[in-house]
Nanobody, 127 residues
């Protein structure tokens, strides 16, 4: 069973950048599809990005597409979310999620497709 811990959140001004990290322990991250989701106050959790086990295949949600990049370093058991040109509407708690999959190139977009979740890291973008 994998445990996930996110970090890198904080307060940033509009137009700024942040890189979130998610470190896995208890298992080898390379066995898992990983995803990032976010939840703003009063809103449902939404899909942000996902990476296949190998990192070759990625997919992004519409809300932040073009301003984010998901990447992973399986040797470090870490997945990253690089965010650029941040806007106040990006303010949310960002969650890392993982799900074991035998397929190297598959990705998952639905939150109900992930069994393992981190506790989240707060990102606040000031106007």
């Amino acid at each position: 069973q994998v445990q996930l811990v996110e970090s890198g959140g904080g307060l940033v001004q509009t137009g700024g950048s942040l890189r979130l990290s998610c470190v896995a322990s208890g298992s080898t991250l390379g066995r898992y599809i990983v995803g990032w989701f976010r939840q703003a106050p009063g809103k449902k959790r939404e899909f942000v990005a996902t990476s296949s086990r190998s990192g070759v295949t990625t997919a992004y949600g519409d809300s932040a597409k073009g301003r984010i990049t998901i990447s992973r370093d399986n040797a470090k058991n870490t997945v990253y979310l690089q965010m650029y040109s941040l806007k106040p509407e990006d303010t949310a708690v960002y969650y890392c999620a993982a799900e074991a999959d035998y397929r190297l190139g598959s990705v998952r977009r639905g939150e109900d497709e992930y069994a393992y979740w981190g506790q989240g890291t707060q990102v606040t973008v000031s106007s």
